[in-house]
């Protein structure tokens, strides 16, 4: 054996460190680029991000300055709590409840829907699927989110309501039960990414303790991963309760368009009308600065203090697994 030479990896080194050809020390000219660039950076970044936090609020400003003569003007609490809404009406009569239950009960009605399936879809692409098949089916679910609002409603008008009244027998197809079903199949890209995200973020050692102490694959999941990434899972909920509730053309065709609450309450045959349906429907036909279109915008306040309350409950559990990640 020769004991001496030199190695192959220091040899290697060596032609690295000659490859690296950034000076140690820099010129006063290069260290004022440097500085230069560095700032110019930093600020483009923050003006970007302050162009959107001003958009954002500039929404909001001129959501509420639009409003704003309807509810100096009208009573909120009859605008709130009745079921009439008869704009064109003489005496004008606002009450939202009604759009504001239809809203609810397509949101619920998908959340029941696309909840479990949504669980179940990020349980089996985090622990079951094989990484191939995982790579495979989750760009397939998330394409899903890609297909335009107005196709959906398309294939609720055309396919699901004639199917419901020949096989259901309901009296109409546009009723709150093809909404919700719709609106469920929109929600689930959402709840299934986030979802398996957060059940992949919970790290193998528990799983592996759970299974060193006996437990089943089943009982790992439903008594261990899913406990310990409830956050996720609730951020994934809110999240797709967010995308049904404001979603617009496919309750505004799938819906039926009714101004009532379903009685009896469960029945989700009888069609309801949304908030964001009666926005988009009476808003291209009402006179500027009448009070049915300073209504409008009161309901669209409503509805956007509505997601935006969601959103930071999102955001807060959502913060929750960005710190379970990072322990």
Known sequence: MESSGTPNHMIDLSSSAAEFNRPLLLTPGEDLKGYILGHVGRWSLF??????????????????????????????????????????????????????????????????LAVPLGLSAAVFLSDIAPFKVQQICKPIIEILAAIPSV??????????????????????????????????????????SVAEDSLSAIGRDIREASYGLGATRAETML???????????IAAVILGMMRAIGETMVVWMASGNATQIPSPWWDLSQSVRTMTATIAGDMGETPKGSDHYHALYAIGFLLLIFTFSLNLVSEYFLSRVRKAKGR
Do not use: C
């Open 47 to 112: 003006t970007i991000t302050s162009a959107s936090v001003l958009a954002v609020l500039l929404i909001f400003i001129f959501v509420i300055r639009e409003a704003l003569p309807f509810l100096t003007q009208f009573s909120l609490t009859e605008f709130l709590t009745s079921t009439r809404w008869y704009p064109e009406g003489t005496p004008h009569e606002f009450g939202a409840l009604a759009l504001i239950s239809g809203s609810l009960y397509v949101t619920l009605g998908a959340l029941i």
């Open 223 to 233: 008594k261990v991963v899913i406990p310990e990434a409830h956050s996720g899972i």
């Open 151 to 192: 196709a959906y409603g398309f294939f609720a008008i055309l396919v699901l309501a004639p199917w419901m009244q020949k096989n259901l027998h309901f009296s109409t197809g546009a009723n709150t039960l093809n909404a919700a079903v719709i609106l469920a199949i929109m929600a689930l890209p959402t709840i299934i």
